[in-house]
């Protein structure tokens, strides 16, 4: 059962919820959200309220992180801090994000004492009420709407799956599959123990494996299979460009191996994902070839170069780009991080789409006679990097300090995997 829930908060998204100019995705930030603005938070904290309303409502203990910006103010952070508290929760401010763990004591602290305090958890429903009740329960009592309504189709299902409520089972193991459910949502490992046991012996059973397609296949055959065989389809129709490159790719099958050994290269088929480490052997002896050439290699800047050459010369020497266009946001940033020593101690972690050599992921190839855009620039002190962010794209948090990773191994005397559940 679950000790406590955490409920992350920003200033930003808050004065979002209060009446703050709304985020559009792929637009500059409006500068408001980098002035104090007290009253947006306050009333956006009723939003914050209700998630912590929503925690109690299943017995356990709320704690609020504020994952801190450094354009928060302590004024607004106060604010957060008044309000959550009065909702009864804990509230803590995360600085992970600067100082690295160290930043996220508070954070850790607030969570061991709320788990550590007796909790009266209960589910919001018992597995056994109706499908539309529980959607009710849902819609009423975590989103706050007054009711629900289906369209004709969702009706529809909802009143098959009602009446056949292991239809899911009883179809699936009908075409040949063995079904298992998991609850490792709800219990962790222990709720994961059916599937664990479904799949092993699935594996311990003989099989008979074949590709869809040899590799000898034609390109346009291939496709065409995994259309007909995986997708259902009638066949496949091309664009006049796509039927272009497959007629060119079928002519010269080696075309990637032929150019990129023109441009100076070695080359290597990997097959993995077939064979497992004897299909990545040509690509390994290509690796430790070119380990033991002799190279000279040099930095693309040194550490005393300001930053905004460091980001020109990351764009035009490795992008391709003309130049580099900067929000008025990320300017200001750029000014102040140039005059802070500490700062210009830091490498550059470039964040960009990996679809194109631009931040536009839309244009393909090599695209000339462009400048990469430059919308907002961050710091991660704790990794020990600024981060420039060009383009309309999303940041991923990073793993937790002792991710679950570490905790996964082979055990040598029985060669099974542990560690996993």
Known sequence: MPNCAVVVATIRALKAHGGAPLPLPGQPLDPAYSKEHVEWVEKGCANLVHHIKTVKKAGINPVVCINAFYTDTENEIKAVRRLAEAAGARVAVSKHWQYGGDGALEFADAVIEACDEPNNFKFLYELETPLRERINLIATEVYGADGVEYTPE?????????????????????????????????????????????????????????????????????????????????????????????????????????????????????????????????????????????????????????????????????????????????????????????????????????????????????????????????TYQGAGFVVPVAGAISLMPGTAANPAFRRIDVDTDTGKVKGLF
């Open 154 to 378: 969702a009706t529809e299902k909802a009143v098959r799956m009602e009446k056949d409520p292991k239809a899911v089972r009883r179809l699936a193991e009908a075409a040949g599959a063995r079904v298992a459910v998991s609850k490792h949502w709800q219990y962790g490992g222990d709720g994961a123990l059916e599937f664990a046991d479904a799949v092993i012996e699935a594996c311990d059973e003989p099989n008979n494996f074949k590709f869809l397609y040899e590799l000898e296949t034609p390109l346009r055959e291939r496709i065409n299979l995994i259309a007909t065989e995986v997708y259902g389809a009638d066949g496949v129709e091309y664009t006049p460009e796509a039927t272009e490159k497959a007629v060119r790719m079928e002519k010269d099958p080696k075309a990637v191996r032929r150019l990129a050994e023109a441009a100076g290269a070695r080359v290597a088929v990997s097959k993995h994902w077939q064979y497992g480490g004897d299909g990545a052997l040509e690509f390994a002896d290509a690796v430790i070839e070119a380990c033991d050439e002799p190279n000279n290699f040099k930095f693309l800047y040194e550490l005393e170069t300001p930053l905004r050459e460091r980001i020109n010369l990351i764009a035009t020497e490795v992008y391709g780009a003309d130049g580099v266009e900067y929000t008025p946001e990320a300017t200001e940033k750029a000014v102040r991080m140039e005059k802070d020593p500490e700062i210009q101690k830091l490498g550059i972690c470039m964040v960009k789409t990996h679809l194109s050599l631009t931040d536009n992921p839309m244009l393909k190839g090599v695209p000339t006679g462009w400048r990469l855009r430059v919308r907002d620039i961050l």
